[in-house]
């Protein structure tokens, strides 16, 4: 039906008594008018200017409409459409994406938001018993998503650099497909400020693995959210930063499928987001988003394209808005480290490192200094060497939940495993014995971060201060 739909649209003067659509005529809109953020060239900091709220805080104003002339007609962008994406939507950040990555020869597939873009990508590219491979910690509500479908992951170690190289290609060498199955394809990775660990990977480690894609011919799904919150000191001092190249801007073959989002830029209830992919994937992409979600809501795509058009912000002012963006989250991160210094952190019970980007701080409990802290546990075979850093990380939490505190502990960001994913496993190092951290975020209320740190510093004294 869809592919008729399109046939249709593609010719002239026909007339269809096929269709099942509403007559725009009966649309109860005719009109939105939108009321945003300058983000005009003779603003410096729009968001600044924008948080301040006064009275006077300048604005910019654009419409949409069903008969006036707009760059997406609400009759059009109110109506059923293909999976794609209206065509003026899918242009809009088709540019967007080629002012910022330069991708070769790729297009855009918009989707329903960052979860729905990237649950598409498993689900085109997985089959019941594949491995793809992950970060070993890892947003649990992504990692859920494909276990449905029979696709199971491999977890792929990281340190305070991300993703680590060396094991990605000790995965990759090592893999029995006589014993494992299928060797994994699919490499899924948060690249710029991970959820829920803050790390970032640098421009030579990006280069590493996907010289080690290739090598493996592995597709790379770059889900990167964050992409536009990197932060770095030049940025503090005035002079703005380059952004990481991302694996879209290496890709000259096809092999990766990067995953945008407005949610941490505009606004999350938008639900709009968008797959830059090669044609081959993008044709596959449409086709399911036709037999799954359908297209994307109308309001979202008006409001992106007249944002990014020649009456809204366009892409410089995008630019502008993004940089400012920046330098605010980098404000409220630097606050939230200088409290964590004084109320938590000068005990010597926890610390954390600045991340590079996004919205997390990633804090390491110093756990093996608790009077309690054991590493002589045994597993069932006695094999293998076990710490109780588990059980000392669970009472730690629901001590804070008991003293109005909410943290994130590290084991619901395990990735989850398979049997056969075991037996490559390092069994000197399991994940299991270093889920001693707890995620943490500067995004929310600013006013929350000194009696939350609070809360935390005390807790940790209480917790370490007991005896055996």
């Given at each position: 039906m869809k592919a008729l739909w399109r046939l249709t649209k593609g010719k002239p003067n026909m007339i269809s008594l096929g269709n099942g659509d509403p007559?725009?005529?009966?649309?109860?809109?005719?009109?939105?008018?939108?009321?945003?953020?300058?983000?005009?060239?003779?603003?410096?900091?729009?968001?600044?200017?924008?948080?301040?709220?006064?009275?006077?805080?300048?604005?910019?104003?654009?419409?949409?409409?069903?008969?006036?002339?707009?760059n997406l007609?609400?009759?059009?962008?109110?109506?059923?459409s293909a999976g794609a994406g209206l065509p003026e939507a899918q242009r809009a950040v088709t540019e967007l994406t080629k002012f910022y990555h330069s991708p070769p020869d790729h297009i855009s597939t918009l989707?329903?938001?960052?979860?729905?873009?990237?649950?598409?990508?498993?689900?085109?590219?997985?089959?019941?018993?594949?491995?793809?491979?992950?970060?070993?910690?890892?947003?649990?509500?992504?990692?859920?998503?494909?276990?449905?479908?029979?696709v199971n992951w491999v977890p792929v170690k990281i340190d305070k650099g991300g993703l680590i190289p060396s094991d990605l290609e000790r995965i990759m060498s090592n893999w029995n497909e006589e014993t494992q199955g299928r060797r994994p394809h699919v490499l899924y990775s948060v690249p710029s400020g991970q959820n829920p660990t803050g790390c970032t990977l640098n421009?030579?480690?990006?280069?590493?693995?996907?010289?080690?894609?290739?090598?493996?011919d592995l597709i790379i799904i770059e889900d990167d959210p964050y992409y536009y919150l990197q932060y770095s000191e030049e940025e503090s001092s005035g002079t703005p930063s380059k952004l990481m190249p991302s694996f879209l801007s290496m890709d000259i073959d096809g092999r990766v499928l990067r995953v945008d989002s407005f949610s941490k830029i505009m606004m999350p209830g938008m639900?709009?987001?968008?797959?830059?992919?090669?044609?081959?994937?993008?044709?596959?992409?449409?086709?399911?988003?036709?037999?799954?979600?359908?297209?994307?809501?109308?309001?979202?795509?008006?409001?992106?394209?007249?944002?990014?058009?020649?009456?809204?912000?366009?892409?410089?002012?995008?630019?502008?808005?993004?940089?400012?963006?920046?330098?605010?989250?980098?404000r409220r991160r630097d606050l939230f480290l200088d409290i964590f210094a004084r109320e938590v952190s000068s005990a010597g019970f926890a610390s954390a490192d600045p991340p590079q980007a996004g919205m997390f701080v990633w804090i390491d409990v110093h756990v093996r200094k608790h009077p309690r802290y054991r590493c002589d546990i045994r597993d069932s075979e006695g094999s293998i060497a076990r710490t109780n850093v588990p059980e000392l990380m669970e009472e730690l939490f629901e001590r804070?939940?008991?003293?109005?505190?909410?943290?994130?502990?590290?084991?619901?960001?395990?990735?989850?495993?398979?049997?056969?994913?075991?037996?490559?496993?390092?069994?000197?190092?399991?994940?299991?014995?270093?889920?001693?951290?707890?995620r943490t975020t500067f995004a929310g209320d600013e006013s929350s971060m000194q009696p939350g740190l609070k809360i935390l510093g005390e807790v940790l004294k209480e917790f370490f201060q007991e005896q055996k």
């Open positions: 007559h725009y005529s009966l649309y109860p809109v005719k009109k939105i008018q939108y009321e945003v953020a300058s983000a005009a060239e003779d603003i410096e900091d729009p968001v600044a200017v924008w948080t301040a709220a006064g009275p006077s805080t300048p604005t910019q104003l654009f419409t949409s409409s069903r008969d006036e002339p707009c007609s609400l009759k059009t962008a109110l109506a059923y989707t329903v938001g960052n979860m729905d873009g990237v649950s598409k990508c498993f689900r085109l590219l997985g089959s019941p018993g594949d491995h793809f491979l992950a970060d070993e910690f890892s947003f649990n509500a992504l990692t859920n998503a494909p276990l449905s479908h029979g421009a030579d480690r990006r280069k590493k693995v996907y010289e080690l894609a290739q090598r493996f639900r709009l987001g968008w797959i830059t992919s090669s044609p081959l994937f993008h044709e596959h992409l449409v086709s399911l988003t036709d037999s799954s979600t359908q297209h994307p809501h109308g309001f979202g795509q008006i409001f992106i394209t007249e944002m990014l058009s020649a009456s809204g912000w366009q892409i410089s002012g995008f630019d502008r808005w993004t940089r400012s963006l920046r330098k605010e989250y980098q804070c939940l008991d003293s109005g505190l909410v943290v994130m502990p590290a084991s619901i960001f395990v990735a989850p495993t398979s049997p056969q994913v075991s037996k490559i496993l390092d069994p000197e190092d399991p994940i299991q014995d270093r889920v001693n951290f707890l």
